[in-house]
C-alpha cells in the first residue's frame, strides 16, 4: 500500500521517541500490505479498529493511536494523525 504521509509518522515520533520504533514497523507493515478489506487488515494488525470510515491502530501497546483512511481499492493510506491515548479521548480526531 502507499501510505500518505510518513511525514507525519516522523514529526510524531519526534515529539514522542519512544514511538519511533512501532511507527516505523507500522510504517514498513502497511507499505508491504496489499489487504482488500479490513477483515484483511485485521489478520496482519489484529487491533485495528473501523470508525466510520477511518481505521484506527493501536500503537506501541495500546499508548498511541494512529487514525488513518484506508482507500482499499486504490491500495492507499492516509495518515489523519497520530495521538496519544489522552488526545485520541478527547475524540477531537472525529471532527476533522
Known sequence: MRVISPKALREFASR????????DTWYRVAKAAAWKNILELRTTWPS????????VFNIKGNAYRLIARVLYRSQIIYVRAVLTHAEYDKENWKKR
Open 16 to 23: 514522542h521517541a519512544d514511538a519511533g520504533t512501532a511507527l
Open 48 to 55: 485495528a479498529e473501523a470508525v466510520g470510515e477511518l481505521t
